[in-house]
């Protein structure tokens, strides 16, 4: 899998991949390595902003649709311009399919990876400096989004119809049980990686007050831990109600969930997986403070 859906490469044959297609409900542990590589560059984002007053906002979304771009070789991004030429293509099934399928790049292909990557800017852009209290919930949201991006891909898989194409192999051995073990691995990780954020923020805030008054965030630990993991939760949810919709999408258009499909869906969940945890976090604060 780290061969198959990150720049890094290695040695695999026929009996990698058909351990892959047996075991897609690990995905999300990809998930988690680009997950862990944003928390680091978030983590070294907030230093240099703190210290050199480094402007955060815009680059944060940058660098983490750059690393998650370019870390996946930009295999995903490839199939969501697929996949918005295809749904864009006038004329019955076997015109859409073809149009996915064609090397050209068309006005939906260009269309629906604007919209999809300035939604998912715009999000991770949203925290101005280490001072915004939305910057720790992006703290966690951010890494733990690519988890459920790729829950989203073995949810679209375990309910798409299979193909004739690469990831007919990964669609055609998925099924329910897959999509669950798979959120079964995204939550556990997720829970994992909540403990970690939680102790991180917790050492930056001893050092910050170390030095500095005042505490770095204006909620406490147990309700940033708690919040976070009720976002999490949702996020789980929406991210198997993303890939189920997709490729029933996909079934009804192109007859098929294919790697396009695939591809495409690991993009568009990312902006509104991040979007719904985001919201939930929002509506507990305003609960929180309207009692």
């Known amino acids: 899998m780290i061969s198959f859906f990150t720049i890094k490469k290695e040695d695999v044959g026929q009996a990698e991949m058909d351990a892959m297609e047996e075991n897609f409900h690990f995905a999300p542990l990809v998930g988690a390595v680009f997950g862990l590589v944003l928390f680091i560059e978030m983590l070294i984002l907030y230093l ?23 870390g996946s070789k930009f295999l995903h991004f490839d199939g969501l311009v697929d996949f918005g030429d295809g749904i864009v293509a006038s004329g019955d099934r076997e015109k859409h399919v073809a149009a996915m399928k064609d090397t050209r790049v068309g006005a939906g292909g260009i269309g629906l990876a604007l919209i999809v990557t300035l939604m998912a800017f715009s999000i991770y852009s949203v925290a101005g400096s280490w001072s915004d209290p939305l910057f720790f919930a992006l703290f966690f949201i951010i890494p733990a989004t690519e988890v459920l991006v790729k829950n989203a891909m073995v949810s679209a898989a375990s309910n798409g119809t299979a193909g004739d194409g690469m990831a ?9 049980d897959t999509m669950f073990k798979s959120s079964t691995v995204s939550a556990v990780v997720l829970v994992i990686g909540l403990v970690i954020v939680t102790i991180s923020i917790w050492a930056m805030n001893a050092v910050h007050t170390s030095y500095w008054a005042g505490d770095l965030m204006p909620w406490s630990y147990a309700f940033y831990a708690v919040s976070m993991f009720i976002a999490l939760i949702i996020g789980v949810v929406v991210s198997m109600v993303i890939g189920k919709m997709v490729s029933q999408f996909a079934d009804k258009t192109f007859g098929a969930t294919t790697g396009d499909v695939l591809g495409a869906t690991n993009e568009i969940a990312r902006p509104l997986v991040a979007a719904a945890m985001l919201f939930v976090f929002l509506i507990i604060i305003y609960i929180l403070m309207r009692v």
């Open 48 to 70: 240099l902003n703190y210290f050199v007053n480094f402007p955060m906002g815009p680059v944060i979304g940058i660098t983490v649709l750059a690393t998650v771009l370019l």
């Open 168 to 176: 007919s192999g990964q669609v055609s051995k998925a099924g329910t």
